[in-house]
């Protein structure tokens, strides 16, 4: 017989997060569930990570196809960085992995670091509302629920913080997330890297990603993509979400996005095309090796509906 819900089973008696001492009765269709999501993050992303919507509120995510390949390269590598256009979900796809890695392991400590305190309370106030329409008998209970940190019964974490000369430390995770990298001032990331890469690099199941819009050449985020772009660095894997690879973009979207980019240097490339700087060029990797302007490649994938086109950015 199924028993009645303990005042003890919630925390602060909020029912949407179980505790430790939390009891379920499991059926063959629940567990079979919670072996498929542990197995398959875009699983877990499609069939139960709700995110809020401007139109619709709360939603279960529709994962777009290049949102589904980085999902999986953030499974499968160590290092990643992520050069990606302006509301394409990155920061999304990073709560998805942060939430789904500490909901099915045990004792492992992810750390977010975002460039303004802001974004990095924004980001795990995503991660609190997504992990509270899970149902109870998928996540673990919890044990500490904050603004700056959440700690499952299962021992894993979530944490954030700002980027600073001496975030992180002397502490240790198993996951460092860098959100908008690029936009870090050039003195703090530095430092930060020098302090933090020692803390990570520690375990060999230590794991980095990177994710950022571009700003500018020089900058730490810029050097780490291009080198391994060009295969100098080739212990981190690249990945690339462009503007057109999300469904719903296509020239009227581009040139109403164009006329709202009036502001004192705001430009179409700087904000969506995934350009570091000024004319950027693009090697198509064709048989013809041509080398064209962004706006001719834009005009080429529109003509093919943006598909099955390879290409290398070249700064």
């Known amino acids: ?29 629940m567990v079979k569930e919670i072996k498929k999501c542990s197995d398959k993050i875009d699983y877990f992303a499609s069939n139960y990570f709700y995110i809020t919507t401007l139109e619709r509120g709360k939603e279960l995510i529709n994962l777009y196809a290049p949102q589904k390949r980085l999902l999986k390269s953030l499974d499968k590598h160590r290092f990643l960085i992520l050069l990606a256009s302006r509301q394409v979900g990155k920061t999304t796809l990073m709560s998805i992995y942060s939430l789904w890695h500490t909901c099915f392991n045990n004792d492992k400590r992810v750390l977010i670091v ?81 302090s933090v890469i020692p803390v990570v690099s520690s375990a060999l199941s230590t794991k980095i990603f990177i994710v950022s819009t571009p700003n500018g050449t020089g900058n730490l985020f810029h050097e780490i993509y291009t080198g391994a772009e060009r295969g100098k660095l080739t212990q981190w894997h690249h990945e690339r979400i462009d503007w057109w690879e999300i469904p719903g973009r296509g020239k009227k979207w581009k040139l109403a996005m ?58």
């Open 1 to 29: 017989m199924k028993r009645a819900p303990l005042k003890s089973d919630y925390y602060l008696g909020d029912e949407s997060l179980p505790t430790p001492d939390a009891k379920f009765q499991y059926t063959p269709k």
């Open 114 to 194: 975002a460039n303004k305190e802001d974004t990095a309370i924004m980001i795990l106030r995503r991660i609190r509302m997504a992990y509270e329409q899970l149902p109870n008998w998928l996540k673990p209970g919890v044990k500490q629920y904050g603004k700056t940190e959440i700690v499952f019964a299962n021992d894993s974490s979530i944490n954030i913080s700002t980027t600073t000369a001496t975030a992180a430390r002397g502490e240790s995770c198993n996951i460092l997330i860098i959100d908008e990298m690029a936009f870090i001032a050039d003195h703090i990331i530095k430092e930060f890297w020098n």
């Open 258 to 315: 164009e006329e709202a980019l009036i502001g004192e240097g705001k430009n179409f490339d700087q904000e969506f095309g995934n350009c570091a700087s000024g004319q950027s060029i693009i090697s198509i990797n064709n048989n013809l090796k041509t080398e064209i302007t962004l706006e001719k490649l834009w005009q080429i994938l529109s003509e093919n509906d943006g598909q099955n086109s390879k290409y290398l950015y070249e700064t």
